[in-house]
């Protein structure tokens, strides 16, 4: 249009060429003066059609800004975009690029660089090549977790327009639990839990889940107990009581490679268990006791899920790379 009339053809010329009425054309060539321009008293911005090459700069910049940062959402591309002097470029356009592109908005696997120095890389391998070697009927897997109240209860419900919704709590949000969580698929419960404990997990604490394991049966002899390597299973003052402990139940103790949450289906099991307690708790009882009726629904079917998941799935992975 702008080329057409700079090339000496008269307005009604280009009218009758692109399909506008006059009043169509003042709009077009004003907006391609002013990309804010609305010649309207009501209304939004109009759109400003791109030429084909601008496009393409647009994607490009796009593309550059993704591979930058993978973090950025729609705002801050459009504010990126903005920023270098390309105009304000609408939300919507950026998602229907992404779209085409067939890029989604993931949630970040975030990792820990020294998962991958080569001493914690050769104990990986070691670990994910002994373990399917092992009768997982033998392997007991044992985590921990800290429960904060506030964390857990539900943000969101229904609500009438312009009408807040409020939720009262009788119960403290204060304070911490921390649970204790050992899996097993041999267990009449695939779920054991030893005394839920608040505002405090220490390495004595630790060591007192172990004694009450044994003492209901949990860890019998010619157990492999796993756990990970938090200061708290590791701890130098407990390292000889706690030896003592499982050589006497025979009860071998395994020590997961660092930063590998991945391996220990307990991790599983929390997560699980954490959305159940957001979707469901009333805040009208403990959270402890909210939490275990939700241990108590995790089925043995669904840890073996999770077993084939931390036993088979390493192994596999490293297999189909190498």
């Known amino acids: 249009m702008g080329e057409m009339l700079r090339a000496g053809m008269s307005p009604a010329e280009v009218c009758r060429a692109i399909g506008l009425s006059r009043r169509s054309l003042r709009y077009w060539v004003r907006k391609g003066l002013d990309h804010e321009y609305h010649g309207g008293t009501v209304g939004g911005r109009r759109n400003w059609k791109f030429s084909a090459p601008f ?94 109240a506030r964390g857990c209860r539900t943000s969101r419900g229904w609500s009438l327009i312009g009408e807040p919704i409020e ?44 004694l009450w394991l044994i003492e209901q049966g949990a860890l019998v002899p010619g157990d492999v107990f796993v756990v990970d390597g938090a200061t708290v299973h590791t701890a130098e003052g407990i390292r000889d009581a706690l030896t003592t402990i499982l050589r006497i139940a025979q009860v071998t103790l395994v020590v997961l490679p660092p930063y590998s949450p991945e391996l220990n289906p307990c991790e599983m099991v929390f997560g699980k268990v954490k959305r159940a307690v957001r979707r469901n708790w009333d805040c009208e009882r403990p959270l402890w006791e909210a939490a275990l009726d939700e241990f108590a629904a995790i089925t043995s079917a669904r840890v073996s899920k999770y077993y084939t998941r931390c036993i088979m799935a390493p192994l596999q992975e490293i297999s189909s790379i190498y």
């Open 55 to 148: 496009h393409a700069f647009l994607e490009a910049v796009i593309r550059q800004t993704i591979a930058d940062n993978p973090k950025a959402d729609v705002r801050f591309i459009a504010e990126k975009l903005q920023g270098c002097g390309l105009g304000r470029v609408a939300s919507s356009w950026i998602r229907r690029v992404l779209k085409r592109w067939s890029f989604t908005n993931k949630q970040i696997v975030h990792k820990q660089a020294n998962k991958f120095v080569r001493k914690n890389m050769i104990r990986y391998f070691s670990h994910v090549h002994t373990m399917p070697t092992i009768d997982p009927r033998r392997i007991k897997y044992f985590g921990e977790c800290h429960w904060d």
């Open 167 to 210: 939720a009262v709590a009788e119960s403290s949000f204060r304070g911490t639990t921390s649970v204790s969580l050992l899996v097993s698929l041999t267990s009449e419960r695939p779920c054991w839990i030893p005394p839920p404990r608040t505002n405090t997990n220490c390495a004595w604490d630790f060591l007192d889940s172990v």
